[in-house]
């Protein structure tokens, strides 16, 4: 599948369109669903023209429009990807929207490129794809906060992940770089190479060369835990290995800091997660001393 244009994408908005997309996100900090009666007051344009734009819009997939005791609107995911991609367009990081390449419980990763023709991942955060509950189960950050919307709490993910990799990467630790976030996107370079859940026992000459691998992601945790940071869901599918068969650790928007109450559970987990997967997948097995790494937390 070719690169869309982010421009021929968004042929079919015009200004007022994305006026009103705006409009919209600063007022569902207030509501749910934000009264159409509501935007008609906060702008400078007739009813008619802000129902016809609303009308499109809901056409469009970007926004819902709903009966209650009032009529309101809210933005799609759809509506908050134009938001955000806009963003990027006007600070000149992106200059057209490839093809999917992946997605997971929490996320979509598509292809981006660069005016320069250089490609990236632009990473959607996509918090509401989950059961509600569950997800505040699982995301300390937000598991305290009352009547976040899947927008927001998408918005709060991205922006933690963008946080921990700009630490991270900026001392060294083997994780993707970071280019910008905006919204729930959060963009990277790309890492050539291959899912560590992908390799095979027959890629390995020896059982030398796997616990080397094994040793390579250990260094990495221990990296990440003198710097203050815990992955929190590490595993087999969040590490990938580059050109020279190095691990980096991707997706951090569960990251805990190594203050937190529970940080030697969680750091534990993630360590015993890497060597289940290793003992299992290539039939091998691995000793090595969790305590190294608990000192570091001390």
């Known amino acids: 599948m070719a690169p869309l244009s982010v421009t021929k994408s968004f ?19 207030k509501h749910e669903f934000v009264p159409i009666e509501e935007i008609i007051r906060f702008m ?38 134009a938001l955000a991609l806009k963003a990027l367009v006007e600070k000149n990081v992106l200059a057209q929207l490839g093809p999917e390449i992946g997605a997971g419980k929490e996320s979509n990763v598509h292809l981006g490129m660069a005016d320069d023709g250089k490609e990236f991942l632009i ?12 997800t505040r189960k699982s995301r300390t950050f937000i598991a ?27 001392k060294g630790v083997s994780v993707p770089e970071p280019i910008v976030q905006n919204r729930h996107l959060v963009t990277m370079r790309i890492i050539h190479g291959q899912d560590l859940f992908r390799i095979r026992r027959s890629d390995f000459g020896s059982e030398e060369e796997i616990a080397i691998l094994f040793q390579n992601i250990i260094q990495e945790v221990k990296k990440c835990v003198q710097h203050g940071y815990i992955h929190g869901d590490l595993s087999e599918y969040n590490i990938r290995l580059n050109e020279e068969n ?3 650790l991707i997706d951090w928007p569960q ?6 109450l529970h940080a030697v559970e969680i750091l534990t987990r993630d360590c015993q ?8 997948k290539f039939l091998v097995k691995i000793h090595y001393d969790m305590s190294e790494i608990i000192q570091i937390l001390d």
């Open 11 to 29: 042929r079919d908005l015009n200004r007022l369109d994305f006026r009103i997309l705006s409009v919209i996100e600063i007022l569902m900090a």
């Open 123 to 134: 990473k959607f955060h996509r918090l509401g794809k989950l059961d509600f509950r569950a």
């Open 144 to 170: 305290e906060k009352r009547h976040l919307s899947p927008l927001y709490e998408s918005r709060l993910s991205a922006e933690r992940e963008h946080k921990a990799l700009k630490a991270l990467y900026t």
């Open 246 to 248: 190095y691990p980096v």
């Open 273 to 280: 997660n890497i060597l289940n997967f290793f003992e299992r």
């Open 255 to 260: 990251y805990v800091n190594t203050e937190e």
């Open 44 to 81: 400078k344009y007739t009813e008619k023209k802000i129902q016809l734009s609303l009308k499109r819009l809901k056409k469009m997939n970007l926004v819902f429009i709903v009966q209650r005791h009032y009529l309101g609107t809210a933005l799609t995911f759809i509506g908050y990807d």
